[in-house]
């Protein structure tokens, strides 16, 4: 079975200030999706960003980027240029991949991110 | 942008009643999911249908659970005799379930209260 480990549960970060949320996950797959989801104060779920296992190439959105690591099955997510908005629950996230696309989401525990002024 | 649609925002309910929580999922996405989130706790698992059948479902989704596509657009959950721990947020979620692209598109969640 996955799963999902993400072993800071809160943060902080000074507004303009660069942070890392680290993540890692279990799985004996080789092809998979990973998502970092965010959970604002409203509780509407976002996606952030994505990366497909089988690319090397770490995926980037704007101010966020992840570094993928499948070797150690890590997977963390830089938020460059923090912003007020920011302040959120943010969730890791796998999904196995394959021909067709039904397959669940399995979340991580979440990590608590504050953007202090 | 397209978007998932839930109602209502926020239920309550008495406990052993009957709620129907319902999404509208992205117009041409063919998967769709349930998750729920009990306050505090990562996002679980519910159940996934396609083609007008489950797919899968956690341990969770017991007898008390169903879910149905009444018609072309709505994806209902209904829990048919409420209990104190059904008490959570339930996400619907869709996807599109073509080409390369297999993320899901989360709806705002559905607030569920037992009292």
């Known amino acids: 079975a996955q799963t999902v480990t993400q072993s800071q549960p809160e943060m902080s970060v000074q507004e303009a200030e660069t942070v890392t949320l680290s993540c890692t996950y279990d799985?004996?797959?080789?092809?998979?999706?990973l998502f970092w989801y965010k959970q604002p104060p409203s509780r509407q779920m976002i996606l952030v960003i994505r990366?497909?296992?089988?690319?090397?190439q770490n995926a980037t959105e704007n101010r966020f980027s992840v570094n993928f690591q499948k070797a150690a099955k890590s997977f963390s997510l830089k938020i460059s240029d923090s912003q007020l908005g920011d302040t959120a629950m943010y969730f890791c996230?796998?999904?196995?991949?394959?021909?067709?696309?039904?397959?669940?989401?399995?979340f991580g525990p979440g990590t608590s991110l504050s953007v202090i002024p | 942008e397209p978007e998932v649609t839930q109602t209502p925002s926020h239920q309550v309910t008495q406990m052993g009643q009957e709620v129907i929580l319902r999404c509208v999922p992205i117009?041409?996405?063919?998967?769709f999911y349930w998750y729920r989130q009990i306050l505090g706790q990562k996002v679980e698992f519910l159940v996934s249908?396609?083609?007008?059948?489950?797919?899968?479902k956690s341990e969770i989704f017991d007898d008390q659970f169903s879910v149905e596509r009444p018609d072309g657009s709505n994806f209902t959950l209904k829990i048919r005799s409420t209990k104190l721990e059904d008490s959570a947020m339930y996400f619907c979620?869709?996807?599109?379930?073509?080409?390369?692209?297999?993320?899901?598109?989360f709806g705002p969640g559905t607030r569920l209260t037992v009292t």
């Open positions: 249908f396609y083609n007008n059948e489950i797919s899968e």
């Open positions: 799985t004996s797959e080789n092809n998979y999706y």
């Open positions: 979620a869709s996807s599109e379930g073509r080409g390369e692209v297999y993320e899901q598109y």
């Open positions: 117009s041409n996405h063919l998967y």
């Open positions: 990366q497909e296992a089988y690319k090397q």
């Open positions: 996230a796998f999904m196995k991949h394959y021909r067709t696309s039904y397959d669940k989401v399995i």
